[in-house]
């Protein structure tokens, strides 16, 4: 038998409705090619473009031309056997109202996930915080559906875009700079300046993370029941959170302890009435 | 700061050869190269602020070259900014349509270099004043340039430099306005600018500063001005890169 009348043999074998063994056959190689093109394509695009973007972006685009491509492909398929998808248009209808309310909510992140990736409130390694949920960590990618942060402790989450679009996103790496606080107590009988003034000195000697401009700012904020509470404020680089806050604290101590300036405990004057 | 005596115990600037233990004193801090085999040397080093480094070094040859040198005052206490922030301990006053250069103390950190055939390799960076190495920013939070801060003090000539610490920059500033101004601080790139150096002393590239007119808005532009001196030009250390990948699992 020769391959022509192996091929004609093909398409007489029907298999249904008209569909031929030979149209079927044709049919996956214009879908494994487009496959194929799919998947080169992508690769292509990741290799010579995609270092170009956002990596949220560039995630997203390949997903984009890979699946556009299939698709393409299927209907170039379609088309090519004829087949007639008008009658498919009124169950489909139904059948989409029923789906549409069946996945609201993977619409509803797919869309939010759109509106991410146009407004762009943060991008991949920036750090975010996310008070309404208490999160905080390093975006690492904003996806069709989710988006996932990986937290100070390790580990990943993943939030539903929605939740993620309509929440307060605080980001903690938009400026150069940042600021870190600290509330400390002095004794009613110290002198306010100096407890400034020194430590300031031990800020500027022990902090090499703190910046000399703006220059750390000092507020009595409140005449307490047990001290005056002074308020320090220090500006430090954006990235370098670690080396100013967590230890603040310690050095405003030690320049207290060193001078002998009382942090007072919380004490309270009881007097007897036959005094 | 340590006093002349003291200085003239310290190392200079410059080329030196280990064979067998080379000691390199600068003030608070202490280098060791130590040969601890056939083709390999051991690092040390303690600086003012008692950090130690160790680090191990193969070399292909039975000695080792390496190179003292000035570098731009860009990595302690972290690397983060190619800019620095010079404010003048005194202003200065420009009348309209006038110029004036002066010299101004910058600081600076001493790199030590490893000589491979006619390259030089950025081996480890020291400073010998890290209280006085800090930010600072011009701007604001969110749109500002974080720099290296440092308030500095006028110098006589480029001979005035201060072992180890500061080097002598030149500046000119050109007031092109039609007003007088007064300038107290100047902020620019120093990736530009180049250091040299003459035993202990360093002096850095200028820069000219032109105060002038843009559309409505009063401008100072900031130009690196090469300095011409036939002192010793140091090796450049940012021009290496720290390799970031890491391969490792196999045993």
């Known amino acids: 038998m020769s391959p022509i009348e192996f091929l004609q043999g093909l398409s007489e074998m029907e298999i249904i409705g008209g569909l031929t063994v030979l149209s079927l056959l044709l049919g996956g190689i214009i879908m494994a090619a487009g496959i194929i093109v799919a998947k080169i394509t992508k690769i292509l695009f990741f290799k010579y473009y995609a270092p170009t973007l956002p990596q949220d972006t560039a995630k997203n685009f390949g997903k984009i031309i890979y699946f556009g491509i299939i698709a393409i492909s299927f209907f170039i398929f379609s088309s090519s056997q004829g087949f007639d998808f008008s009658g498919l248009l009124v169950a489909g209808g139904i059948f989409a109202v029923v789906i549409g309310f069946a996945t609201q909510s993977v619409v509803s992140n797919l869309i939010s996930g759109i509106f991410l990736m146009i407004e762009k409130p943060a991008k991949h390694g920036d750090t975010i915080q996310i008070p309404d949920m208490g999160i905080s960590g390093s975006l690492l990618d904003i996806g069709t559906f989710s988006s996932r942060i990986r937290k100070f402790d390790g580990t990943v989450i993943r939030i539903p875009n929605e939740k993620f679009f309509t929440s307060n996103i605080r980001s903690l790496t938009a400026s150069t700079v940042r600021r870190a606080e600290a509330m400390v107590g002095i004794a009613y009988k110290d002198d306010i300046e100096n407890a400034i003034s020194v430590i300031k000195n031990e800020i500027k000697l022990s902090m090499p993370f703190v910046l000399r401009i703006p220059e750390p700012e000092f507020r009595v904020e409140e005449l307490g029941d047990s001290s005056v509470n002074i308020q320090v404020l220090v500006w430090h680089p954006r990235d370098d959170w670690s080396q100013a806050q967590p230890i603040l604290l310690t050095v405003i101590k030690r320049a207290l302890d060193k001078s002998g300036i009382e942090i007072p405990f919380p004490q309270r004057v009881v007097w007897d009435a036959k005094d | ?251």
């Open chain 2, 1 to 251: 700061m340590s006093n002349d005596k003291d200085q003239s115990s310290f190392s200079k600037y410059g080329l030196y050869t280990v064979n067998e233990n080379l000691e390199l004193t600068l003030p608070e801090t202490m280098i060791k190269f130590e040969r601890i085999g056939e083709n390999a040397f051991s690092y040390f080093r303690q600086d003012s602020e008692g950090k130690i480094i160790e680090k191990m070094i193969p070399a292909t040859s039975n000695e080792l070259k390496i190179e003292l040198a000035p570098i731009r005052p860009l990595n302690h206490p972290a690397r983060r900014t190619g800019y620095v922030f010079l404010k003048f301990d005194k202003e200065i006053y420009l009348s309209q349509s006038s110029a004036a250069s002066i010299f101004v103390h910058c600081p600076i950190e001493i790199g030590i270099f490893l000589i491979r055939d006619t390259k030089r390799e950025s081996l480890d960076w020291v400073t010998c004043n890290p209280t006085n190495s800090r930010f600072g920013l011009y701007g604001s939070p969110d749109t500002g340039t974080l720099c290296k801060y440092a308030e500095v003090s006028l110098a006589t000539d480029f001979s005035d430099s201060i072992p180890y610490v500061e080097g002598v920059m030149k500046i000119i500033v050109e007031n092109n306005l039609n007003s007088g101004q007064t300038v107290s601080k100047v902020i620019f790139p120093i990736t530009d600018n180049s250091l040299y150096y003459d035993d202990s002393k360093s002096v850095l590239d200028g820069i000219k500063v032109t105060l002038k007119k843009r559309a409505v808005v009063s401008v100072a532009d900031v130009q690196t001005d090469v300095v011409s001196t036939d002192w010793t030009k140091s090796p450049t250390w940012e021009a290496s890169t720290s390799n970031t990948t890491m391969e490792m699992g196999l045993e």
